[in-house]
């Protein structure tokens, strides 16, 4: 099975299409699981909005009740009292049938030992029929970290904690745990290590959002003044690839449409979301129109992998990204490693990324005091009876053609596309 940590929303999250390849006796699911849609009353709970649930519809056979939701037959349960809230009351039945009726192991799926519900699950099976499967786990239905003030330690849910200042069921590391199965589709190696960041600081400010005109988004960071990197799997979608997008920065003050690009010519998007074989191509460089690094600051570029592995896997990484569960809040990683390095220029690390994290950032401390990206996030695959897999590109994919980008002398302009791509 593979996973694409795509690019996930961003109410400030960003949207992330992740594949799920199906087992060999089934059909193929697609998701493009995306935000989190937390919550849960319909008085508590904030709205979400579309960019906040980037789910593409699944063709499937409507229920007899009513599915006049925008997002029913998604196979997630969306009313708002028991579900996403993303619907209005009553308008995604088929969706939320057996969470109302009584859970079950009516979806083909069930009882193969994998979790195929969505969120924390494949996304296979229509929530709440795939019971035994998920059992251990569903208590993570429909829970976030979207809250403020969320992975503080403090549990702030109403009727749970000190203030009751969080949204019910987004404050779900503090008021449950931080402890994570192994073979979740979510948060990884057991624990969920992850804080919210401060963006008002060196190397969180040089991050932000990447919002396509088709609605997705990614992270992306600076690395010149007007230069941002990313994952090459974001500017792309089944019709192709398109550019045009625009970045904001991580405190939300600033904002620059993308005016050219540069990725590998050999990435093809079917090829990468079918199989590992070009993980190493999956990055990108864009172009903006305005020198945003001049106003917040931007990383620099260092080949880490290429100093051999004992350096790589011995230096301490840090990370950040707008994942599908924190909302419109960058979360990150202080202190984590690589775990492998492999000869396609990607790497696997231990780093608690999601789906959303797609594009974002590794850095490192450099002599001056400053950072440098390493790498970026790109994709997870599946690792029976152990943690997920998490692979990163290398910058040395792309440092070399880094400086001629930057300084403007290659790069296509959006909305022109490069020879021999379709």
């Known amino acids: 099975m593979r996973l694409l940590a795509a690019a996930a929303t961003i109410a400030a999250c960003v949207i992330v299409s992740f594949a799920v390849t199906a087992r060999e006796v ?40 009513n599915d006049s939701c925008r997002w029913a037959n998604d196979n997630e349960c969306d009313d708002p009292d028991i579900g996403t809230g993303a619907c209005t009351l009553g308008t995604d039945y088929s969706d939320c049938r057996a969470l109302r009726e009584g859970e079950n192991d009516s979806c083909r799926w069930a009882r193969d030992g994998e979790c195929d519900e969505p969120g924390f699950g494949t996304g296979a099976c229509v929530q709440g029929t795939d019971r035994t499967d998920c059992g251990a786990i569903a208590w993570m239905r429909n829970q976030s970290d979207r809250c403020d003030t969320a992975l503080n330690g403090i549990c702030e849910e109403p009727g749970r904690g000190r203030s009751g200042t969080c949204a019910a069921r987004t404050d779900r590391a503090d008021c449950h745990s931080r402890e994570r199965p192994l073979t979740i589709n979510d948060h990884f190696f057991g624990r969920d ?60 003050r600033h904002t620059a449409n993308v005016t050219a690009y540069m990725i590998d010519p050999r990435f093809n998007y079917q090829r990468f979301n079918s199989g590992d074989e070009i993980d190493g191509m999956d990055w990108a460089l864009l172009r903006l129109d305005q020198p ?10 260092r080949n880490l ?59 490192v401390r450099n002599a001056r005091g400053g950072y440098d990206v390493v ?21 040395a994919a ?25």
């Open 292 to 301: 945003l690094g001049d106003r917040v600051g931007h990383a620099g570029v």
């Open 193 to 252: 290590d992850r804080v919210l960041v401060p963006v008002n600081e060196a190397p969180w400010r040089f991050m932000g959002v990447l919002r396509m005109s088709s609605g997705e988004s990614c992270t992306a960071t600076l690395i010149a003044s007007n230069v941002i990197v990313t994952a090459a799997h974001c500017i792309h979608s089944q019709g192709g690839l398109n550019a045009t997008a625009a970045f904001t920065t991580a405190d939300g």
């Open 305 to 363: 992998t290429g100093e051999g592995r004992a350096v790589a896997l011995a230096t301490d990484l840090q990370q950040a990204g707008y994942s599908w569960d924190t909302g419109d809040n960058l979360s990150g990683n202080l202190r984590c490693r690589m775990v492998t390095v492999h000869n396609d220029n990607t790497f696997a690390h231990e780093c608690d990324t999601t789906r959303g994290d797609s594009g974002s950032a590794f850095v």
């Open 26 to 65: 089934g059909p193929s699911v697609r998701s493009f699981n995306l935000t989190g849609a937390t919550a849960f009353t319909t008085e508590a709970a904030p709205p979400i909005t579309d960019i906040q649930k980037q789910i593409r519809k699944r063709p499937g056979a409507p229920g007899p009740g």
């Open 398 to 422: 792309w440092a070399g053609r880094a400086p001629d980008f930057i300084a403007g002398r290659t790069g296509t302009p959006v909305g022109q596309r490069t020879p021999g791509r379709k």
């Open 375 to 395: 790498g970026t996030d790109s994709n997870f695959r599946s690792n029976p009876g152990g943690p997920f897999i998490y692979i990163a590109v290398s910058a």
